[in-house]
């Protein structure tokens, strides 16, 4: 004779509480029938998944890039408007940094030496292409926007959208920082700064082709990149996700949306207006806090049996 299958206590408090507050017992019968239910199908999927997939790393994608400036005719400094048959010279790309998750080094590409950055693009573009989730400061307004125009006048296909997260727009939906420049942040809260450069002079230099100026940029954009990471890290349990992670990982709509990560606790239960209750999780692992639907919920009280 198999054992008898053992719930957790929650559970059944859960199915008491439900019960209480319920005056349906026939919608309450069939609630209680579908989570005792095993559903062998879901099983065996999710195995597949796990097995194939239980390995897998996120491929979150850090990056910054720095851009030459337009050339053109004006005839006074000041404020003025500058029509568009007056650039001379178009802005280029000059430097692209990048560092995945869990890598340790950071990665540059950089236009030729003759200001072509056709190739460097190209090349970026497949990496965009292989990531889960595209973190940059100001990223979906300037970066992505600056790689795309380039594309587009260089003859590049590019994708028209990309999973990202933008710190900037994070940090001024969610807190009231004095600024939100990327190196303010990292100086409030407390993971570093940005290098020290000689403003536009450092560009002039790398203009005209000094290589040594080069790589002064390579390594203050490259110091972006650490920067953003470690920033993003501390505002991570405080904001949304943008990606899912856990499921892309294989695993369950209850497990960390950030690290997919299953060290998962209840915090507190909250109800909507419209009466539907909100479970709000914890992931002990990088802190990440996340609500889940009260289905999600009874599936994670019931995830070892």
């Not at 568009?84 to 802005?91: A, G, L, R, S, Y």
């Not at 940094?97 to 056709?118: M, N």
Request: charged share 30%; aromatic share 12%; glycine share 6%.
């Amino acid at each position: 004779m198999p054992a008898k299958r053992k719930y957790p206590a929650e559970l059944y408090e859960y199915i008491r509480v439900r019960q209480e507050s319920c005056n349906n017992k026939t919608k309450i019968a069939r609630e209680i029938k579908d989570i005792f239910k095993l559903d062998e199908e879901v099983e065996t999927l999710r195995n597949i998944v796990r097995k194939n997939y239980g390995q897998k790393k996120i491929k979150r994608l850090y990056f910054d890039i720095e851009t030459s400036y337009c050339v053109g005719w004006f005839w006074r400094t000041g404020k003025q408007w500058v029509n568009h048959n007056q650039v001379i010279e178009d802005k280029k790309i000059i430097c692209i940094s990048y560092k995945w998750q869990y890598e340790d080094s950071v990665h540059t590409l950089t236009w030729s030496k003759d200001k072509d950055d056709k190739k460097m693009i190209e090349k970026f573009i497949r990496i965009l292409g292989e990531a889960d989730e595209i973190i940059a400061h100001n990223g979906d307004r300037f970066d992505i926007k600056e790689i795309r125009t380039r594309a587009i006048q260089t003859g590049l296909l590019m994708f028209p959208k990309y999973r990202t997260l933008d710190t900037l727009k994070k940090a001024r939906k969610y807190f009231s920082f004095h600024s939100n420049k990327l190196d303010y942040l990292g100086e409030v809260l407390k993971v570093g700064r940005k290098l020290d450069h000689e403003g536009i002079e450092l560009w002039k230099k790398v203009y005209a082709g000094d290589e040594d100026a080069l790589n002064r940029m390579v390594q203050y954009c490259e110091q972006d990149v650490i920067l953003l990471e470690d920033v993003f890290n501390v505002l991570s349990p405080y904001i949304d996700h943008n990606t899912n992670h856990a499921i892309q990982l294989g695993g369950h709509k209850y497990d960390c949306p950030n690290c997919g990560g299953g060290d998962v606790e209840l915090c507190h239960t909250d109800t909507t207006p419209m009466g539907y209750i909100k479970r709000h999780m914890k992931c002990n692992d990088c802190k990440k806090q996340y609500h889940v639907s009260n289905k999600t919920y009874t599936s994670f009280l019931t995830r070892n049996f």
